[in-house]
């Protein structure tokens, strides 16, 4: 009867956002206006008071933390033996842009995107602000319980969870290949030194054809070059590249 209801009462548009929530939320979504919103990119945000502008992005701060904390409860529960360093280095390969990004594009989430033709096709920050915004408009609308069913559901479907912890970690190597693929020129230049013996502390650009993709730091050349190959390869990801 609801959606009913809603389907005699609203635009073509509206109909076609709210059947792809539903197929996505896998439940009728209460505030339809609110999750609108959660979908809505800045460059499509309209001035409200004062410079505030009616965008996805504080329901992008408000899904953010949800999502860490759920999935930082999942591998507490999933990995009882492993240790702090290894719950940490998981939850920021599950949580970081270029995998939340994936699975909102996974889910079909860019479809239903609102923003600003001129800005060109979604890009993959776009979608992955659009699912954080997207768990935050959950949050919001049926409470913690059911936004937490949502991202279970969500990384037991889409995610393996023991490829991730396989996942190769020498980005350096990976980068290497990639940019050998893809006929690029890269250097790794060190932008600083500080520091004597064991405290010395490295800073290192990841510069791809005379471009800063990524800096990294540590206290061997070796681990920043590491830390430095994985923000650029975060950053490749992202862009879709």
Known sequence: MIARRFFGTHSKE???IYSGLRSILNFRPGNFELYKLALRHRSAATEIRDGF?????RLEFLGDAILGAVIA???FKKYPYKDEGFLT???SKLVSRAHI???SQKLGLDKLIEFNIEVG???GSMRGDALEALIGAVYIDKGFKKAEKFILNLFLVHVDLEE???RDSDFKSRLVEWTQKERKRLNFEIASEEGKGFNKLYTINVVIDEMIYGTGMGHSKKA???AAAEKAFQRIEESGA
């Open 14 to 16: 509206d109909k076609h």
């Open 53 to 57: 502008r009616n965008s996805n992005e």
């Open 73 to 75: 409860d999942l591998l």
């Open 89 to 91: 280095k998981m939850r």
């Open 101 to 103: 990004n994936q699975l």
């Open 121 to 123: 096709r979604p890009s």
């Open 164 to 166: 991730i912890q396989n």
């Open 224 to 226: 920043a070059e590491q």
